[in-house]
RNA sequence: GCCGAUGUAGCUCAGAGGUAGAGCACUUCCUUGGUAAGGAAGAGGUCUCGGGUUCAAUUCCCGACAUCGGCUCCA
């Protein structure tokens, strides 16, 4: 007898061996039904894996996310078998579930498979799903995995073998589809009820750039038909939120192929709001101590062969600049901080003095790869709210905690509340690649650590993706597709006050070197505009948006009435538009909710003598009647809502 | 940069080997209105660009450029 306790704890007794699947069914037949897999003792097992000792057991569903990955995972395993069927001879690389459905990576030879083609694949998963076939585990030799392999023609499994100890290797099989895989699987493809391939796109062979180019098939699917139509409906809602298609819309910005690839045009509305963002950052930046600085948009190239920059990323970048002098050449700024390096040595430091900190929204230029453009998210020239923080060693820690409250405060005011705090650190097995020494990496990394825990930060560890001159703290927020962007960061710099020797008297006469922290709450106002949208589906906090109001006469004859009105709310800081096109009113309602202005102001006769308004809210309808000064105070209390002030 | 797809009016999209269409937006006129689309008329296109095939190409073929989905990269 095994005791089984349920995650409610309740403990069963059963004769061993038994399946989880046996389990479900002793408990109830539906349950049995929508089982998908098992979690037992916190490891994720097939349901038809025997249990033989005491045991904590979890029956997994497919509202569990455990249970959607099997699900997913074993559809992979599907999507390959009819791969299989229709295209033969086909090679299979990975095959993993991912957050949104699976893909695999395969190698179809000669043929090329595109969207026309998803049609097929999805009926032939289908028809396959329908046989029930189970998903069958074998522990399997290296020996005869590598025949079984050789014999496919499968070079791709064959070097993932290479990879595995022999005694660890499992096969499994569904219906005429055998595959390397550890596993686990749902009990049988029946389950699988609506299939969709997502997308299809190159990917190389183990991620690495040198290797073949494989093609990756999306795919998710559902064990129903109706979420499969939901989760479709859902993902085209998150379109309509595409920064690119809002920023169009609502005129913010443009790209033209006359300026170039990458290079945004911020149109007035777009200009106006980022403006209004960056007061809002330049305030609060010298309530926290930074010195505005400003430079120039190039740089003579010996500083960045100084930074060191020049020789890690100057072969992939815009070119320099030549002048009439043949020995001179100059750098679009491809960053800020050696300006700024610059700026802290124009007069000695004292200790006293740090940390001293120098702020500046700067447009920097970088030659990025051309598939990697992506509307404002990923452009060639940005600008980043910049700032240097030239401090002592033991101020690090300190300094580290007032960024991240800076960083905490903007999320705040624009609402957004879904971040990740990734923290980078070196990779652990390779530190060749990156500068300064072991103890001021060791240094470095502990101080950031210990001050994203102080300030109670949900934090990721990601080891390798520091960059190579210290770690990080980057803000990881997700556009409307789910993609993730780094926005605000903090980096923590040995290099550049090294390579600039950058000093400080102490308070014993001699010579330290100071410690450098970059840091960009928004990132780029680029980015973080982009995302800004996207989190709000274009209809910003009232105290960004373009125009907080539009006034509405119901006929011409109210026009001038309009008009003086918005310009009694501009002496209330009130930014409002008049729309008088010749239209009826609901027209003008409809347009003004589509263009999301927050509040609309209906004028007419009724108005005009009583000098009240009937105030409408974007998305509410009628809030009723209110003076200009209780009007006014709506629209404060909004505002301080989101800001404080 | 790589793989795949796409490129027609300001926007969203139809279309076909015989030099182009819809809806919205725009302009003008009528209408002067009370809370999510009033009516009529008009204007608007080197069908991304460059080659090729053809009597004829925006349509078929090739190339470039741009955009989109990924991969790699991201100071």
């Known amino acids: 007898m095994i005791n089984v306790t349920l995650p409610d704890g ?7 061996p038994i399946t989880p699947l046996e389990i479900a069914t002793s408990i109830s037949e539906g349950l049995a039904r929508n089982v998908l897999a098992a979690k037992v003792d916190d490891q994720i097992a097939d349901l038809t894996s025997p249990l033989k000792k005491d045991c904590h057991l979890a029956l997994l569903k497919f509202d569990d996310v455990e249970g959607k990955k099997t699900m997913w995972h074993s559809s992979a395993h599907l999507m390959a078998e009819a791969l299989e069927s229709l295209y033969p001879g086909v090679k299979f690389g990975i095959g993993p579930a991912i957050d949104g459905g699976f893909y695999y990576d395969i190698d179809c030879g000669e043929h090329t498979i595109s969207e026309k083609d998803f049609g097929a694949i999805e009926k032939k998963m289908l028809e396959l799903a329908s046989t029930k076939s189970p998903y069958v585990r074998k522990e399997i030799s290296k020996r005869e995995a590598i025949a079984y392999f050789k014999e ?14 022999d005694g660890t290797i499992t096969f499994y099989t569904q219906g005429g589809f055998t595959d390397l895989c550890k596993g686990p699987h749902i009990p049988n493809t029946g389950f699988i009820k609506a299939a969709k391939i997502l997308k299809v796109a190159g990917a190389y062979w183990r991620g690495d750039e040198k290797r073949k180019q494989l093609t990756r098939l999306y795919g998710i699917t559902f064990p129903k038909q109706k979420m499969l139509t939901e989760h479709m409906h859902l993902l085209e809602e998150a379109a309509k939120r595409d920064h690119r298609k809002l920023g169009k819309a609502l005129e913010l910005f443009a790209f033209s192929q006359n300026v170039g690839q990458g290079l945004p045009l911020w149109l007035p509305k777009g200009a106006e709001l980022r403006e209004r963002l960056e007061q809002f950052l330049k305030k609060a930046q010298v309530a926290a101590g930074y010195d505005p600085v400003v430079t ?11 930074s060191g920059h020049y020789e890690k990323y100057g072969e992939d970048s815009f070119q320099p600049i030549k002048t009439p002098d043949q020995d001179e050449e100059f750098l679009l700024k491809p960053m800020n901080c050696p300006h700024h390096c610059e700026i802290y040595k124009t007069k000695p430091r004292s200790y006293k003095e740090l940390p001293v900190r120098f702020a500046e929204f700067g447009t920097v230029y ?3 790869q051309s598939g990697e453009l992506h509307g404002l998210t990923r452009v060639r020239a940005f600008t980043q709210d910049d700032a240097h923080i030239f401090c002592r060693a033991d101020q690090v820690e300190e300094e580290f905690k007032k960024v991240i409250d800076l960083v905490l405060y903007v999320f705040k005011a624009l609402d957004f509340k879904e971040f990740t705090a990734q923290i980078s650190l070196r990779d652990k097995t390779d530190k060749e690649k990156y500068i300064g020494s072991e103890e ?3 240094k470095a990394e502990a101080a950031i650590i210990n001050a994203a825990k102080e300030k109670g930060l949900q934090t990721v560890v990601e080891y390798g993706e520091a960059a190579f001159y210290g770690p990080k703290l980057d ?7 789910s993609r993730s962007w780094q926005l605000g960061t903090i980096q923590v710099d040995y290099n550049l006050p090294e390579r600039f020797d950058l000093t400080y008297i102490g308070s014993d006469n001699q010579k330290h070197r100071p410690v450098m922290i970059h840091r960009a709450p928004f990132g780029s106002m680029e980015r973080f505009v982009a995302v800004l949208i996207e989190h709000c589906g274009g209809q910003f906090p009232l105290w960004l948006t373009p125009n907080q109001a539009a006034v509405i006469p119901v006929s011409e004859k109210y026009n001038d009435f309009a008009q003086k009105l918005s310009k009694l709310l ?14 009826k009113v609901g027209r003008k309602i409809r347009d003004n909710e589509l263009n999301k202005i927050p509040y609309m102001l209906v004028v007419g006769e009724k108005e005009m003598q009583t000098n009240t308004y009937q ?21 404060n209390n909004d505002i301080n809502s989101s800001i404080g002030d």
Do not use: C
Request: no cysteine; charged share 40%.
């Open 366 to 368: 970088r030659y990025e």
């Open 440 to 442: 001021n990496w060791n």
């Open 10 to 16: 309740s403990v069963r007794s059963y004769e061993s």
């Open 615 to 635: 105030v409408r809210k974007q998305g509410k309808g009628d809030l009723g009647t209110f003076s200009l000064d209780a009007f006014a105070e709506i629209i």
């Open 296 to 306: 120039p948009h190039i740089g003579s190239k010996k500083l960045y062969e100084t």
């Open 475 to 481: 803000f990881m927020v997700k556009d409307a597709l």
């Open 152 to 165: 496919k023609g499968d070079e791709y499994k064959l070097e993932l073998l290479e990879d595995l100890e």
């Open 570 to 583: 501009k002496n209330y800081e009130i930014r409002a538009l008049v729309d008088d096109r010749n239209e």
